[in-house]
């Protein structure tokens, strides 16, 4: 009997220990098709989150207003306003939250002294710190495709998520 056990475990450590076929990594190239397909889900989606958005606006208090790279502001007449050239350094922070108003992550993000066209962040982020004046803050309403797109940021923010910026100049 204590053979057969003996027996039976060996066989069932064997089994267990026997490492499953992996497949080794190896670059993929997308096809035309694939680039097509991932293109439309990109503009379907945009389009979808953009009615979306607006849908949400309508419905606050607060007048938000489109701005040129596909993102709204609570600043009326932005984009007329003097815009920061590359090389001009700019402190800032902001916090992020879901369109229920709910904040994501307790502390700010933020850099201090940091050179435009050097940004490490989204651009609509970077884009609208480009108007704001010091000590001037201001609410984007950010689309995922301008926020942390398909992958979300691998944390808290999921995949296509749009999201609440409230950023403030430094």
Not at 4 to 13: D, F, K
Not at 75 to 92: A, F, T, W
């Amino acid at each position: 009997m204590k053979k057969v056990i003996y027996i039976a475990s060996l066989i069932l450590l064997t089994a267990c220990a026997k490492q499953p076929n992996i497949h080794q990594s190896e670059e993929r190239t997308m096809t035309e098709s694939d680039l097509e397909i991932s293109k439309n889900r990109t503009k379907e989606l945009n389009d979808l989150e953009r009615l979306q958005i607006q849908d949400w606006i309508n419905s606050q208090s607060v007048k938000y207003y489109p701005m040129g790279m596909n993102y709204w502001v609570n600043i009326p007449n932005l984009e007329n306003k003097h815009r920061k050239n590359d090389g001009e350094k700019v402190s800032y922070e902001y916090y992020i939250y879901d369109f229920d108003r709910t904040k994501v992550y307790e502390t700010p993000i933020g850099n201090t002294n940091v050179t435009f066209g050097r940004f490490n962040e989204m651009d609509a982020v970077e884009d609208v710190i480009r108007y704001l004046e010091k000590g001037q803050e201001a609410e984007l309403l950010i689309p995922s495709v301008l926020a942390y797109g398909t992958y979300g940021d691998n944390k808290k923010i999921t995949n296509d998520t749009p999201l609440i910026i409230k950023v403030k100049v430094l």
